[in-house]
T-cell receptor, first 113, second 112 residues
Framework: AQSVSQHNHHVILSEAASLELGCNYS??????LFWYVQYPGQHLQLLLK??????LVKGIKGFEAEFIKSKFSFNLRKPSVQWSDTAEYFC???????????FGSGTKLNVKP | ETGVTQTPRHLVMGMTNKKSLKCEQH?????MYWYKQSAKKPLELMFV???????ENNSVPSRFSPECPNSSHLFLHLHTLQPEDSALYLC???????????FGNGTRLTVT
């Protein structure tokens, strides 16, 4: 079965620290990759996406993610987090031949002011 | 404002009740989805509709019954639910299958 793994369930950082959240998937075919964010009390929002081309994609609010095909990974990064980045982050993979979205179980990020 | 509106926001129901969740999207999208979000678990895809036709049914118990009367509306009819069905039910839409999902705020369902 296809799966998406997010290794960190809960991350606590101080403001200005650098962030990297891991995401690995198990599907071998062509994929579209996404990171979604859910701020407290809000709906899931698209943070960034990769369809093709440059494997380093930039999203909103200074986030970026790198697609490494050989590692089946799509890790999310931000050089300097802010308190307002406190949220839950979900990695998602769309396996194109199945046309199905698979989501990870999410990583809760707490940024201390 | 997400462009995807779900009602009600909260629902408490007994195991013998029948209720429905409603989702409406104002984005002109062709695909709509129901997801179940439980604590510490990946989002579970329940149903997918594309152009009002069901294209995915992920082995969901028959006590959940979807309905898509048009491309803007999606319902989830609930009957004889179990306590383990308590969760956040999310509706999403996308321009077409494989495009990014736009989520609603969800309905928090509690089955007593």
């Amino acid at each position: 079965a296809q799966s998406v793994s997010q290794h960190n369930h809960h991350v606590i950082l101080s403001e200005a620290a650098s962030l990297e959240l891991g995401c690995n998937y198990s599907y071998g075919g062509t994929v579209n990759l996404f990171w979604y964010v859910q701020y407290p009390g809000q709906h899931l929002q698209l943070l960034l996406k990769y369809f093709s081309g440059d494997p380093l994609v930039k999203g909103i609010k200074g986030f970026e993610a790198e697609f490494i095909k050989s590692k089946f990974s799509f890790n999310l990064r931000k050089p300097s987090v802010q308190w307002s980045d406190t949220a839950e982050y979900f990695c998602a993979v769309n396996a194109l031949s199945f046309n199905k979205f698979y989501f990870g179980s999410g990583t809760k990020l707490n940024v201390k002011p | 404002e997400t462009g995807v509106t779900q009602t009600p926001r909260h629902l408490v129901m007994g195991m013998t009740n029948k209720k429905s969740l409603k989702c409406e999207q104002h984005l002109g999208h062709n695909a709509m989805y129901w997801y179940k979000q439980s604590a510490k678990k990946p989002l579970e895809l329940m149903f997918v509709y594309s152009l009002e036709e069901r294209v995915e049914n992920n082995s969901v118990p028959s006590r959940f019954s979807p309905e898509c009367p048009n491309s803007s509306h999606l319902f989830l009819h609930l009957h004889t639910l179990q306590p383990e069905d308590s969760a956040l039910y999310l509706c999403a839409s996308s321009q077409e299958l494989s495009r990014p999902l736009h989520f609603g705020n969800g309905t928090r369902l509690t089955v007593t």
